[in-house]
C-alpha cells in the first residue's frame, strides 16, 4: 500500500482506515503480515511516568487473548500510598487507536492501556481514568469538546566537543545550525512521534542555552545544555495528555541513544530560561472551533472557559507545578506568570490569547502574487494558552484540573464578569499598581499544596478526582518544604546562594 507521507503512522496506511476504527482483527492482521515478535503496553502511573509490561508473542491465540482481555499488574507498586496490598491487583487493557510501531523496538506493536478494577470498571484514582471521567463530565454538562496541545520545552545536555558557533546564552530562541548543535537530534524526536501519533505540530529550539553547567551532579557537571521544543495539535483533551505522557518517554530514550541527557526540570540554571509546559486549550462542538466570533472577537464561551481557568488558577499549581524549583521559574521578567490575569498576545499574563487566524487566511497570497488559492475552507484556530505550569506537571491531573476549570467557567454566570476584571494590557511587571491589584499565585509548592486543600470541593465536589489523589498530591507538594526558600535564599552571601540553588534545581532531573 502506498505511504505518501513518510511521517505518517505505518498502520493508519497498512490498514487504510482512521485509528479510532481499529478493531482487534485489525491489529491481529498487522502482527502477521508484519512480522511482530512481542506487543508492549504501557500506562501512566502515579508519578506521570510511562510504564511498561511486554509480552513475548508464540501464537495467534495468546495474541488475542492479550488484546482482548489485558494483563493483570500490581496497583498497590504502581499506585503505593492509594492502594492496599491486599487488594493490589488491577487490569491493564489496550486502547486499540492508540496503536504504534515502537521506534526502539520495530518489531513490538505498543498500545497505551487504561487501568480497570477487577470488577471490569475504570479505576477511578488512576490520572488518565480522572481525566477521562471530567472530560465527560464537561461533554455531559456543556454539549461541546475541549481540546488540548502541549508545548514541552526541555534541555538535551550533552558533552560540548566542538566549540565553533557558540549560541550565545538566553538567545536560543529559534536559533539554526550550526549555532544549535541537537538540531538532528530533535528532528529524530519529532520524526518518531509524527509516526506514533500524527500529533507533532513543530519542532524548534528554545531561548534558553547554557555553555557550561555548574553542579554536584557527576550526570551534567560541566556539560552543555540546550533547549528545545516539541509542540503539539490540539485532540481531546484525554488524548492531548497520553501523548504528552508518551512524548516525555520518547525524547528521553532518544536522547539516550545519542549519548545525551534530556531533562524536563523545571530550572537548570538561575539565568537561564526555565522549562515550561504551556497548554492551549480549545473548545469545540461537532468539529468546529468556538473560540472566535465573526470577525474575529473572542468569543463567549471562550470568555467563560478563561474566567474558569481564572477561578481555579491558585490550585492548578499543585499539578502543574510540583518541585521547589518550579518556583523559581514563576519569577518576574521570566515570560512566567506570577499573578492571575489574562490579555492578548501577552507573555507576561498567566493565560496569553495567541494569533489564532481569525481575520484573515490564505496569507501566502499576500507574499506570491502568482498564487491564486481556491477556497481551502480554512476556520480559526484560536486557543487559549495557560503559561503557568511547567515540566515537572502530573500531566493527567493538570488537564483534568483545567477540564473542571471550563465547566465552572460554563455553569457560574460570573464567570464571564471574572474574566473582564481580570484582563490587562502591556508588560504587567512594569506597572507596580496593577500588579498589586492582581491575584497572586502560590508561591511554594506548600503554598499550592494549601490552596489545594481549602478548595479541595472544585475537584472532589462532583467525585470526579478522589479524596486520596488530592492528600497525595498536597503531601508531596509539602515534602518540598520550601514556604521559606526565598526568604532563606536572600539571607545567603553570593557562593552558598548559588551551591544551595543548584541544588535544588538539580536533585529532580529525572522526576516526572
Not at 16 to 44: A, C, M, W
Not at 444 to 452: H, I, M, P, Q, Y
Request: proline share 5%; with cysteine; net charge negative.
Amino acid at each position: 500500500m502506498n505511504q505518501p507521507y513518510p511521517l505518517a503512522n505505518p498502520l493508519w496506511s497498512f490498514l487504510d482506515k482512521p485509528p479510532l476504527d481499529f478493531r482487534r482483527e485489525d491489529l491481529i492482521k498487522i502482527i502477521e503480515s508484519q512480522g511482530i515478535e512481542k506487543i508492549t503496553f504501557h500506562y501512566t502511573a502515579l508519578d506521570s511516568k510511562l510504564k511498561e509490561l511486554k509480552f513475548s508473542l508464540t501464537g495467534r491465540r495468546q495474541a488475542e487473548l492479550i488484546l482482548s482481555e489485558g494483563e493483570r499488574v500490581d496497583g498497590s507498586s504502581l499506585f503505593k500510598g492509594l492502594i492496599d496490598a491486599g487488594l493490589s491487583d488491577l487490569y491493564v487493557v489496550p486502547v486499540y487507536r492508540t496503536a504504534f510501531l515502537n521506534p526502539f523496538d520495530p518489531k513490538s506493536l505498543d498500545f497505551i492501556c487504561r487501568f480497570l478494577t477487577p470488577d471490569g470498571n475504570p479505576a477511578g484514582f488512576a490520572p488518565d481514568n480522572i481525566l477521562l471521567s471530567a472530560h465527560d463530565f464537561f461533554k455531559k454538562k456543556t454539549g461541546l469538546e475541549l481540546h488540548a496541545m502541549g508545548e514541552l520545552e526541555f534541555y538535551l545536555i550533552y558533552d560540548q566537543n566542538e566549540r565553533s558557533y557558540p549560541n550565545p546564552e538566553q538567545q536560543g530562541y529559534h536559533a539554526s545550525a550550526p549555532f544549535v548543535k541537537s538540531g538532528q537530534i530533535l528532528d529524530e524526536m519529532a520524526g518518531q512521534m509524527s509516526m506514533m501519533t500524527g500529533q507533532v505540530k513543530y519542532t524548534h529550539s528554545e531561548v534558553g542555552f547554557i555553555q557550561k553547567l555548574e553542579s554536584e551532579s557527576a550526570e551534567i557537571k560541566d556539560k552543555a545544555a540546550e533547549q528545545l521544543e516539541i509542540e503539539f495539535l490540539p485532540a481531546p483533551v484525554e488524548e492531548a495528555a497520553d501523548i504528552l505522557v508518551l512524548a516525555r518517554w520518547l525524547i528521553r530514550n532518544v536522547a539516550f541513544r545519542h549519548g545525551c541527557l534530556a531533562t524536563f526540570t523545571p530550572k537548570l540554571e538561575e539565568k537561564a530560561a526555565g522549562t515550561g509546559l504551556h497548554i492551549h486549550a480549545e473548545l469545540k462542538q461537532k468539529g468546529k472551533n468556538l473560540m472566535a466570533d465573526i470577525g474575529g472577537k473572542l468569543s463567549a464561551q471562550a470568555r467563560m472557559l478563561i474566567g474558569g481557568l481564572c477561578h481555579y488558577a491558585d490550585t492548578l499549581t499543585a499539578f502543574g507545578n510540583t518541585q521547589a524549583s518550579s518556583y523559581l521559574r514563576l519569577t518576574p521578567n521570566q515570560e512566567a506568570p506570577t499573578r492571575i490575569c489574562w490579555s492578548d498576545s501577552n507573555r507576561s499574563a498567566m493565560i496569553r490569547v495567541p494569533l489564532g487566524w481569525t481575520e484573515t487566511h490564505n496569507l501566502a497570497d499576500r507574499v506570491n502574487p502568482s498564487q491564486k488559492t481556491a477556497d481551502l475552507n480554512s476556520e480559526n484556530r484560536q486557543t487559549v494558552e495557560l503559561r503557568s505550569p511547567d515540566g515537572s506537571a502530573l500531566i493527567h491531573l493538570l488537564l483534568a484540573g483545567v477540564t473542571l476549570a471550563a465547566e465552572w467557567g460554563f455553569s457560574n454566570p460570573e464567570s464571564s464578569a471574572l474574566a473582564d476584571r481580570l484582563y490587562v494590557t502591556g508588560n504587567i511587571f512594569e506597572d507596580q499598581n496593577l500588579m498589586a491589584k492582581l491575584p497572586v499565585l502560590p508561591a511554594s509548592c506548600e503554598d499550592s499544596a494549601r490552596f489545594l486543600i481549602q478548595k479541595r470541593i472544585l475537584y472532589e465536589g462532583e467525585r470526579i478526582f478522589p479524596p486520596g489523589i488530592i492528600n497525595y498530591v498536597a503531601g508531596l507538594l509539602e515534602a518540598e518544604k520550601d514556604r521559606m526558600l526565598n526568604q532563606s535564599l536572600a539571607g545567603m552571601a553570593g557562593p552558598d546562594r548559588h551551591l544551595h540553588l543548584r541544588q535544588i534545581m538539580h536533585q529532580d532531573l529525572h522526576r516526572h
